[in-house]
């Protein structure tokens, strides 16, 4: 608990700008793109996270995000220094961009808005059928959707049967199911692969 009321004074301090400590992006959690679904704090089954945003960027201020969730409800995130920020790979806020889709996870100020120590821009974690594989592209059935997962040098890596991550895909099978984790090109049908989890 000392760690939950910690972590919500540095970050209320951040956002009212009364500190002067500068923080790497992984001081205060991970960025890592599982992380986005670990609760730092136990939320009642089926009771809204309070301290979870999803949605849309609407508008930015700043370091201020505005963001419309799915189910229209405005939201203001505030990003600090100690906010982490994941867009394909760990990046900066100013990465953050209208449009874009968002979760975000912080802490509630006394305002509403959210002071956020993660977010996650346009991520995606997808069950797929793989259909063909080109040069650097990896075309994908997601319940009967198409996507084109296309392949970034130098990011995309692939986990084969719970081994280490590696850069080669050649592994990869047309006919095998898979699991996708990337970033959504915003509306379109196509995904910047991070991570292909699969059996070899």
Known sequence: ???ILGR???LSSAVLGTTAT???ATTIGSVAPEAMADPKLD???GAPDPNFVEGRITGIAGGLLIVTSSDRTLNQIHLTKATSVWKLRPTTADAAKVGDGLYARGVRMPDGTLAADAIWL?????QVHITSIGRSVVHM???GDRIVGHVVSGTTAAVYNNTPAVSDLSLLEVGRHAQ?????RPD????ELATVYAAA
């Open 1 to 3: 608990m000392s760690d």
């Open 8 to 10: 919500r004074r540095f």
């Open 22 to 24: 500068v923080v790497t």
């Open 43 to 45: 939320v009642e089954a």
């Open 122 to 126: 346009n991520i995606v974690n997808l």
């Open 141 to 143: 059935d997601h319940h």
């Open 180 to 184: 996708v984790i990337g970033a959504w």
């Open 188 to 191: 379109t049908n196509e995904v």
